[in-house]
């Protein structure tokens, strides 16, 4: 009896080894992708005798990489269903342009410039998505003739020159800052605490509060795929995994705090990235598009309007290519006709490190904004360390092209 009873034990301990070995192995990208930007942290924290993780680089950070984060949603999008869009960098530049012209040559009040632009932006997607969906010309040489039709005519907005500054209320939209609702006494106190200066107190709070709804969700979720029998994650690496991001979320809150509270821009990243992250993966139009991407054909015989979706996908990435041009333009606080050039790199290498597949229906929302703050934090920390443009790139390319390999692999290795 105390024998089987061991045998039994051995067993169900084998067969757990095992499950955490596949759930490992099939989901390597994701964690894989977390503790390389863990470690890339640490490594640049340690290189820049801490430089890199104080309050006033960390915000530093979040604006300079917050409309390649904006993007990254749309484009993650555009190749999930299996298309690709090389003019983003280029609409941005012309929205910025646009915008400029309209504020400052014209006096155009900044409400009606952004919904103007934002117009603008949507519709320039439709027009590239008309011709990839309604007439099967590829994405790759639309969108490359999109890319050139925009900088030439940002040039000839600008007139080949920078036009600026624009007025103090459209600069706020990415250089601004949440004011604390709470009475000073309250910051005052924490900053005793914690041997600070100051601190934002809705800053924490908000940190604190995003923490607890994303562990909340994550047990919710846990609790409806047992309860439908899905199989789910390990509790260890649930565990972990939600512990390293609650704390990393409060960690840089705090150092938010500390400085300057949340940019408005901080704001702006989140709610679009909730948005987009429920749109694809828990409605209908999300996970056609992914039936999109993974085989066209089928998803048509199935009943979806795949030239819709892609139309739809192209529009999309338009309208956040112009929200991204908008917020590029008010943190330079001027336009210039070189805005956005190459930037279309930096997005879809965003993506494409965040976990989405060259070949479609495959990526997630969470992933691409984690591969632009990848990104992001390379940058930063090699700019910190005084490394040359030159080496900057080679090494963006290399990282870009073992993340484009590394996918290719697994794909061999499960097929």
């Given at each position: 009896m105390a024998l089987a009873?061991?045998?039994?034990?051995?067993?169900?301990?084998?067969d757990s080894g095992k499950s955490v070995r596949e759930y490992l192995s099939s989901h390597l990208r994701e964690y894989g992708l977390l503790f390389a930007l863990i470690a890339i942290m640490v490594f640049f924290q340690v290189v820049t005798d801490?430089?890199?993780?104080?309050?006033?680089?960390?915000?530093?950070?979040?604006?300079?990489?917050?409309?390649?984060?904006?993007?990254?949603?749309?484009?993650?999008?555009v190749i999930v269903s299996g298309n690709i869009d090389l003019s983003v960098g280029s609409v941005m530049g012309f929205i910025g342009a646009l915008a400029a012209v309209m504020m400052v040559h014209f006096d155009q009040p900044m409400y009606v410039t952004v919904v103007v632009c934002?117009?603008?932006?949507?519709?320039?997607?439709?027009?590239?998505?008309?011709?990839?969906?309604?007439?099967?010309i590829p994405s790759f040489i639309v969108t490359l003739a999109g890319m050139l039709v925009f900088r030439g005519l940002s040039l000839w907005l600008l007139e080949g020159q920078s036009v600026g500054p624009f007025p103090r209320e459209f600069q706020v939209i990415a250089n601004g800052f949440v004011p604390d609702i709470f009475p000073?006494?309250?910051?005052?106190?924490?900053?005793?605490?914690?041997?600070?200066?100051?601190?934002?107190?809705?800053?924490?709070?908000?940190?604190?509060?995003?923490?607890a709804s994303l562990v909340w969700i994550g047990l919710r979720q846990r609790a409806r795929?047992?309860?439908?029998?899905?199989?789910?994650?390990?509790r260890g690496f649930f565990i972990a995994r939600n512990a390293i991001v609650a704390a990393a979320i409060i960690f840089i809150t705090y150092k938010l705090s500390t400085f300057r509270g949340l940019p408005n821009v901080l704001i702006t990243m989140g709610v679009l990235t909730v948005v987009y992250a429920f749109l694809t993966?828990?409605?209908?139009?999300?996970?056609?598009?992914?039936a999109l991407g993974g085989n066209e054909k089928a998803a048509k015989l199935s009943g979806i309007k795949t030239e819709r979706l892609?139309?739809?996908?192209?529009?999309?990435?338009?309208?956040?290519?112009?929200?991204?041009?908008?917020?590029?333009?008010a943190r330079l606080n001027t336009a210039t006709p070189k805005a956005g050039f190459a930037l279309e790199l930096d997005v879809i290498a965003a993506v494409f490190i965040g976990g989405a597949s060259m070949s479609g229906g495959v990526g997630r929302i969470i992933g691409a904004v984690v591969g632009a703050f990848l990104m992001g934090v390379l940058n930063n920390g090699m700019s910190i360390m005084g490394i040359g443009i030159d080496y900057q790139q080679m090494i963006k390319g290399l990282v870009l092209l073992a993340a484009v390999v590394f996918d290719v692999y697994n794909k061999r290795k499960q097929g």
């Amino acid at each position: 009896m105390a024998l089987a009873q061991s045998d039994d034990i051995a067993e169900k301990q084998s067969d757990s080894g095992k499950s955490v070995r596949e759930y490992l192995s099939s989901h390597l990208r994701e964690y894989g992708l977390l503790f390389a930007l863990i470690a890339i942290m640490v490594f640049f924290q340690v290189v820049t005798d801490g430089t890199l993780l104080r309050a006033v680089n960390i915000t530093n950070l979040l604006l300079q990489n917050s409309y390649i984060i904006i993007m990254a949603l749309g484009m993650l999008v555009v190749i999930v269903s299996g298309n690709i869009d090389l003019s983003v960098g280029s609409v941005m530049g012309f929205i910025g342009a646009l915008a400029a012209v309209m504020m400052v040559h014209f006096d155009q009040p900044m409400y009606v410039t952004v919904v103007v632009c934002l117009i603008t932006g949507a519709l320039i997607g439709a027009a590239q998505g008309y011709w990839v969906a309604y007439w099967k010309i590829p994405s790759f040489i639309v969108t490359l003739a999109g890319m050139l039709v925009f900088r030439g005519l940002s040039l000839w907005l600008l007139e080949g020159q920078s036009v600026g500054p624009f007025p103090r209320e459209f600069q706020v939209i990415a250089n601004g800052f949440v004011p604390d609702i709470f009475p000073p006494v309250i910051g005052e106190t924490i900053a005793g605490i914690f041997a600070e200066r100051q601190v934002n107190t809705l800053a924490l709070a908000a940190g604190i509060l995003a923490a607890a709804s994303l562990v909340w969700i994550g047990l919710r979720q846990r609790a409806r795929n047992r309860a439908y029998g899905i199989v789910d994650e390990p509790r260890g690496f649930f565990i972990a995994r939600n512990a390293i991001v609650a704390a990393a979320i409060i960690f840089i809150t705090y150092k938010l705090s500390t400085f300057r509270g949340l940019p408005n821009v901080l704001i702006t990243m989140g709610v679009l990235t909730v948005v987009y992250a429920f749109l694809t993966q828990n409605t209908t139009i999300g996970r056609r598009v992914y039936a999109l991407g993974g085989n066209e054909k089928a998803a048509k015989l199935s009943g979806i309007k795949t030239e819709r979706l892609t139309f739809l996908a192209f529009m999309n990435m338009g309208f956040l290519a112009a929200a991204a041009g908008l917020v590029f333009a008010a943190r330079l606080n001027t336009a210039t006709p070189k805005a956005g050039f190459a930037l279309e790199l930096d997005v879809i290498a965003a993506v494409f490190i965040g976990g989405a597949s060259m070949s479609g229906g495959v990526g997630r929302i969470i992933g691409a904004v984690v591969g632009a703050f990848l990104m992001g934090v390379l940058n930063n920390g090699m700019s910190i360390m005084g490394i040359g443009i030159d080496y900057q790139q080679m090494i963006k390319g290399l990282v870009l092209l073992a993340a484009v390999v590394f996918d290719v692999y697994n794909k061999r290795k499960q097929g």
